[in-house]
């Protein structure tokens, strides 16, 4: 008998699941991208106190961003992306150059210098309005760990170094890992990593230390704008929502939530987003499935595939013999 798809995939609450009894509310992050500044404290936050190694000084041709990913001596990565204008407003980036563009690249083509205008004394829009920016923006989002519901990572592991917490989150033992890494191809995110001289996985463990003597994670306490928020889920969840209703009424439509439902194909993250753009711009999946959601018909399809080829080999022999 086929265990109930919730255990799978649909909605649950992962903690009294995993086998805890009178667990406290699942807690989780909320990042709201929209207030971000990019100001990668989260990302300093999260190395002192994991004593996570530095990721080097890589010059990646990004702009601002010298970190690239979420890696094992990642575990913050704050991404930015320049964007023309604002999506949705229907200004062309020809009229923000005034030159053709190439619209394979969304660059000018053999277009100058051109002059953009004087710098204002008050921030682009504000005196026009958002409908009528058409200045460039910047997007920035502090990336982290997911903490699914039903995390792939959790199902494919072989000693058991991945664990579910008492409140809902996932970590990893590093000290039993035994670097195989199956986990890394479980993940729909694309999260975890492997250290290279080490060879052990590691990622985000939501500061499981500082949950269970009642302190905020590190990334958390050190964001000076409250764009990473952490609490009980319910209540982050509710937060949020009203956080979109805010920004739509403030005429920004294209303000999503991305994580933030229980019926997706994760079961909902512990950790989810506002977005201001398609969760692709920021280099999210746009429709996470957890990766071992169909083992059970992936293992009655190769039963019953063995069945009938040792079928065919007993018919086999008894017709020869015969």
Known sequence: MLPDPNSLYGPLDPAPEAGYENAPPRMGFFTDTSVCIGCKACEVACKEWNGVPESGLDLLGMPYDNTGALTANSWRHVAFIEQPRPAGHGVALADVLGAPVDADRARPVDAGPQFLGMPGAQPPGRGTGVEERTDFRWLMMSDVCKHCTHAAC????????????????????????????????????????????????????????????????????????????????????????????????????????????????????GAFFLLLDEPEVYGLPPDPVVTTRDLPKMWKRAGLAALAMAAATVAAFVGGSS
């Open 154 to 269: 959790l199902d494919v592991c072989p000693t058991g170094s991945l664990f579910r917490t008492e409140f809902g989150t996932v970590v990893v033992q590093e000290d039993i890992c035994n670097g195989c890494g199956y986990c890394i191809s479980a993940c729909p995110y694309g999260v975890i990593d492997q250290r290279k001289g080490d060879g052990r996985a590691w990622k985000c463990t939501l500061c499981y230390d500082r949950l269970g003597a009642g302190m905020t994670p590190a990334c958390a306490q050190a964001c000076p704008t409250e764009s990473i928020q952490y609490g009980p889920l319910d209540e982050l969840r509710e937060r949020a929502a009203a956080r979109v209703a805010t920004l739509h009424d403030r005429g920004v439509p294209e303000a999503r939530l991305y994580g933030h439902d229980p019926n997706d194909g994760v079961g909902g993250d």
